[in-house]
C-alpha cells in the first residue's frame, strides 16, 4: 500500500479520482507542526535553532497519519508546490520518521496527466526551499516577539509589529499623510460643441472637440488657471472661423492582457466584484483543490505548451482561426519561479456553462473569470477604427491673425471584437461626421468647466495589493494575510468607498516605528530581505548569515531604544475642563490601547465606564428623549455606532448613521445602510436608494 499526503481533505478526494486501488490518500490538514505561541522558540546563540511542536489540536491527526505510515511500503508528500507546500513536507519527513521509504511530488494541477507525470518522476525534499521558509518564520517571529512588547512597554498593551505588515502599514499611513496635506489646485479645461454648416439641422452629427493648443503651443493639464485667461480665450473662439486643418484616420490594435497571476487574480477579483484579497485566495484554493484551476500562488505567465495546444484547439473550434493567435507572456519579476504556469483553467472545456450546478455563485465569479482571461490571451487583438481631427479657430482682426488656437476631436468605432467576445473591457464608441480638410464648421456652443487637482486615492485592496507587488514588499502567496492582519489588529480599516484609512493607533505605531526602527518600515530593505529569501530558496545564500545580518543590529538598536525612550503618558488630558465619570462622580483619565485613545473611570475596576475621547456630534436631536443630541462614538473595539449624548440617563444607540429625516411611515428617524436609506424602526419596512 503506498500512503499520499496532502494538505487538503478536498484534495485528497479530488486525487483519489485518479489513483488506483493501491493508493491511500489523506490529508494533514494544513501545517503539522510550529513555534510555540506561548514562547520566543528560536535559540538565537545555537545558529537560531528553532524548537517546533505540534499544536495540540494537531496531535490526533498526527497519530492517525503515523499509524497508516506504520501499514505502507511508500509514503508520497504531495504537498503544494511553493516553500510552504515544501515545509510541510518537511515536517512530514521528520514528524513521521522517514528514511528512504519516501518520495515528494509536485504538480500544479490536479488532473489524472499531471498526477501521472508527477509520481513518474518523483524527488526528494528541497532542502532550499525548506530553509528559505525557515528563515522567513525566525524573521517573522524575531520582529513579533522583540518589538512587540517594546510598544507595550512604551506605549499600551496588546500592540503589535510585523515584519512586513509594518512596510505595508507605512504605505497606508504615508498615503494618508499625502491626502491631509493635499493642496488643491484650481485648473479650466475648454471644450467646444460644433457641427458641419451643411446639416445644421441635424443634431446627430454634432461632435465634442476639446482645446489643445494656444498660437502653436500645447496646452498642459494644468496650464489654465485663471479665470481671466479663460474667459479671454472664450471671447476669442466666440469671433473665431472654426476649420478642419487635419484629419488622420488609423486602425488601432488593442491587445488582450495575459493569463492571472496571483497578484492580479486579486486585483481584478476586487475591481469586478469587490472579493477581498482573503476571500480570492480562499476561493481559488477551493477551485484549485477540485481540480477546476492550475495552483493559485504563482507570480509567473508561463504557459505550458499544452496549454497552448488546449486554448489553441478551443478558439478555432468554437470561434475560428480569425479569433485565434498565438501567445507567450515573459514574466517581468526576477524572482518569478518559471516552472510555475500562470493560473488557468486546466481544461478550456470546462466552461463558466457547464459548471453553473456544481459551484456557488462567488467560485463561479472567480473561475468565469480566470477562464475567459485565459481564453483571451490566446486570442487575436480587437481592432478599432481611430479618427483624430485638428481644428483650427483663428481670431483674425482685418488681413493679420492675432491669435490661433487647436481644437481636438477623437472618435473610434469597433471593427473586430477579437478577444474582446470572451473577455469585456469597457470602451466606448465616439462617431465623428465626415469632415474634408480646410471644412468649414460651425460653433453651436463652448463649455467652460473648472476643475481642482485631487489628492491621491486610498488604497483599495487592488491598488494596495498592486503597491505591494511593485515595492516588493510580501510575495504573493502573503498579499492577503498582511491586508487582514492589519485589519484586525486595528491598524487600518475601510471607509463607506471600501478604501483603507489608517487607525488613530495605526498612525501612531508607525510613527513610533518610522523614528526607532526605520529599518523595519524601510520598504527597500523590506525588499532587499525577500531578495535574499528568493537566494536562500535557489542555494545561493546561506540562511543563517542572512539571519544573523539582520539580528545583530536590530537587537542591539532594540536594547539601545529600551534604555533611550521613555514610556509614553496618556493617563491625563490637557483639556481645561476635567471630565468626571455619569457613572460614580470619579475624575476621568486618558488610556490608550490598541484601539486609539479613550476615556475611563479613575475608580477601575469597581466602575468600568470608558467613553472615546472625541464625540462628533450630527445636530440631530435625539428622537426618545428629545433634549439630547445625536453623537458618533466608538466601541472598545474601535466599531462606530451613534447614540444619545444623555447617556446613561437615555439609552437611544444606533449601528447605522442617521440622516437626520425621519420615515413617512412611521415617524422613526431615518439611517443610511449601504446605498440605502431605510427606516430605524425594525418593524418598519420603508427604504429607498441613495440618490448619487
Not at 202 to 215: G, M, P, R, W
Not at 277 to 306: C, P, V, W
Not at 386 to 401: F, H, L, M, P, R
Request: with cysteine; proline share 5%.
Amino acid at each position: 500500500m503506498k500512503l499520499v499526503i496532502v494538505e487538503s481533505p478536498t484534495k485528497a478526494n479530488t486525487i483519489k479520482k485518479f489513483l488506483e486501488k493501491d493508493y491511500n490518500v489523506i490529508a494533514s490538514y494544513g501545517h503539522i507542526r510550529d513555534l510555540p505561541k506561548s514562547k520566543f522558540g528560536i535559540d538565537i546563540e545555537n545558529n537560531f535553532n528553532p524548537t517546533y511542536i505540534i499544536p495540540t489540536k494537531t496531535k490526533k491527526r498526527v497519530n492517525e497519519i503515523k499509524k497508516l505510515t506504520q501499514k505502507s511500503d511508500l509514503v508520497i508528500l504531495a504537498t503544494d508546490p511553493d516553500r510552504e507546500g515544501e515545509a510541510i513536507a518537511w515536517h512530514l519527513l521528520q514528524v513521521l520518521n522517514l528514511k528512504d521509504n519516501y518520495q515528494r511530488i509536485v504538480f500544479h494541477e490536479i488532473t489524472k496527466e499531471a498526477l501521472k507525470r508527477a509520481l513518474e518522476n518523483p524527488r526528494k525534499i528541497d532542502l532550499n526551499l525548506v530553509l528559505a521558509q525557515q528563515a522567513r518564520r525566525i524573521l517573522d517571529r524575531i520582529v513579533g516577539y522583540k518589538l512587540s512588547p517594546f510598544l507595550w512597554a512604551k506605549i499600551a498593551k496588546r500592540l503589535s509589529a510585523g515584519r512586513v505588515q509594518s512596510a505595508a502599514l507605512r504605505l497606508i499611513c504615508e498615503r494618508e499623510k499625502e491626502i491631509q496635506n493635499f493642496v488643491p489646485q484650481e485648473y479650466w479645461q475648454i471644450s467646444a460643441l460644433i457641427k458641419k454648416i451643411d446639416l445644421e439641422k441635424s443634431t446627430a452629427n454634432q461632435f465634442e472637440a476639446i482645446l489643445f493648443k494656444k498660437d502653436g503651443k500645447v496646452i498642459p493639464k494644468l496650464g489654465l488657471t485663471k479665470k481671466e485667461e479663460v474667459d479671454e480665450i472664450l471671447k476669442d473662439l466666440k469671433e473665431s472661423e472654426f476649420r478642419v486643418k487635419n484629419i488622420e484616420k488609423k486602425e488601432v490594435k488593442r491587445n488582450p492582457l495575459p493569463p492571472f497571476t496571483t497578484s492580479t487574480l486579486q486585483q481584478e477579483a476586487w475591481q469586478k466584484f469587490k472579493f477581498p484579497a482573503k476571500l480570492t485566495m480562499q476561493l481559488a484554493q477551493r477551485l484549485y483543490e477540485t481540480g477546476l484551476i492550475t495552483y493559485h500562488r504563482t507570480d509567473s505567465l508561463n504557459l505550458s505548451d499544452l496549454a497552448l495546444s488546449l486554448a489553441k484547439n478551443f478558439i478555432l473550434k468554437n470561434y475560428g482561426s480569425n479569433y485565434y493567435q498565438l501567445r507567450k507572456y515573459k514574466t517581468k519579476s526576477k524572482v518569478a519561479q518559471e516552472a510555475h504556469e500562470a493560473i488557468r483553467p486546466t481544461f478550456p472545456d470546462n466552461t463558466p456553462e457547464k459548471l453553473i450546478l456544481k459551484l456557488d455563485k462567488n467560485q463561479l465569479k472567480l473561475y468565469t473569470l480566470i477562464w475567459q482571461r485565459f481564453i483571451a490571451s490566446q486570442m487575436a487583438p480587437a481592432i478599432f477604427n481611430s479618427t483624430n481631427v485638428e481644428i483650427e479657430a483663428k481670431v483674425q482682426k482685418g488681413k493679420s491673425i492675432d491669435r490661433s488656437y487647436i481644437l481636438k476631436a477623437t472618435g473610434q468605432s469597433l471593427k473586430f471584437d477579437g478577444f474582446l467576445k470572451i473577455y469585456p473591457i469597457e470602451y466606448k464608441e465616439k462617431e465623428i461626421p465626415h469632415l474634408e480638410k480646410e471644412e468649414l464648421l460651425k460653433l453651436i456652443k463652448l463649455i467652460p468647466s473648472q476643475h481642482f487637482t485631487q489628492p491621491p486615492p486610498r488604497y483599495t485592496e487592488a491598488s494596495l495589493v498592486k503597491e505591494l507587488e511593485k515595492n516588493g514588499i510580501g510575495r504573493p502567496s502573503t498579499y492577503a494575510t498582511i491586508i487582514s492582519t492589519l485589519q484586525e489588529r486595528n491598524y487600518v480599516q475601510k471607509n463607506k468607498e471600501k478604501k483603507f484609512v489608517p487607525t488613530e493607533i495605526g498612525l501612531f505605531v508607525n510613527d513610533i516605528l518610522l523614528k526607532h526602527f526605520p529599518e523595519i518600515v524601510d520598504l527597500k530593505f523590506t525588499a532587499k530581505m525577500e531578495d535574499n529569501l528568493d537566494k536562500i530558496a535557489k542555494g545561493e545564500k546561506n540562511w543563517l548569515l542572512v539571519l544573523k545580518e539582520f539580528y545583530d543590529p536590530f537587537e542591539k538598536n532594540l536594547q539601545k531604544k529600551y534604555q533611550e525612550v521613555e514610556k509614553i503618558d496618556y493617563n491625563s488630558d490637557n483639556s481645561e475642563e476635567k471630565k468626571v465619570c455619569p457613572l460614580c462622580g470619579a475624575p476621568l483619565v486618558v488610556k490608550f490601547s490598541k484601539f486609539g485613545k479613550f476615556y475611563a473611570c479613575s475608580n477601575f475596576p469597581n466602575c468600568k465606564y470608558t467613553a472615546p475621547i472625541e464625540e462628533k456630534k450630527l445636530g440631530i436631536k435625539c428622537p426618545k428623549c428629545k433634549e439630547g443630541e445625536i453623537i458618533e462614538k466608538r466601541t472598545k473595539k474601535g466599531k462606530i455606532f451613534y447614540s444619545c449624548s444623555n447617556w446613561p440617563e437615555c439609552d437611544f444607540a444606533l449601528w447605522d448613521k442617521p440622516t437626520g429625516d425621519f420615515c413617512p411611515k412611521c415617524g422613526s428617524l431615518l439611517v443610511e445602510k449601504g446605498k440605502v436609506i431605510k427606516c430605524s424602526n425594525k418593524d418598519c419596512d420603508y427604504k429607498k436608494d441613495v440618490k448619487k
